[in-house]
C-alpha cells in the first residue's frame, strides 16, 4: 500500500517556475514507477511526466516536453515535478500517481497503469 501527499501547488505569472513534491508513504514506493498527471474541468486527465524506478528512464508529454523535469529520492520517498516556463494552458489540478504493473515506456503516461493517486495539489498560470 502506498498513500501520495502533494505539495507546493500555486499561483504564479506565465514565465515563472513551480516545483511539485510527491511524499509516499510505504516500503513499497521505491519500486513504483512514478507518473504526474493532470486534470482540467471538462477534459480528460493527462499524463505529463513519468519516471521508471530501475533506471530512472523519464517520459514527458509533448505539451511538457523541455519545460518540466520530472525527478525522485527514493531515500526521501518523495517525487518531484519542477516546472519552468510555465504557460497559461498548464493551469490545471496536478495529481501524482504510482504503481508496479511491469511496463515502462510511454504507455506510463496512461492513467490506467497506476494503481495509487494522491489528492492533488492546483496550479493556476495567469496571463
Known amino acids: 500500500q502506498v498513500e501520495l501527499v502533494e505539495s507546493g501547488g500555486g499561483s504564479v505569472q506565465a514565465g515563472e517556475s513551480l516545483r511539485l513534491s510527491c511524499l509516499a508513504s510505504?516500503?513499497?514506493?521505491?519500486?513504483?514507477?512514478v507518473g504526474w498527471f493532470r486534470q482540467t474541468v471538462g477534459k480528460e486527465r493527462e499524463g505529463v511526466a513519468a519516471i521508471n524506478p530501475p533506471n530512472g528512464v523519464t517520459y514527458y508529454a509533448d505539451s511538457v516536453k523541455g519545460r518540466f523535469t520530472i525527478s525522485r529520492d527514493n531515500a526521501k520517498n518523495t517525487a518531484y515535478l519542477q516546472m519552468n516556463s510555465l504557460k497559461p494552458d498548464d493551469t490545471a489540478i496536478y495529481y501524482c500517481a504510482a504503481g508496479s504493473f511491469g511496463v515502462s515506456g510511454y504507455v506510463l503516461l496512461r492513467d490506467d497503469y497506476y494503481t495509487y493517486w494522491g489528492q492533488g495539489t492546483p496550479v493556476t498560470v495567469d496571463s
Open positions: 510505504g516500503d513499497s514506493f521505491k519500486n513504483n514507477y
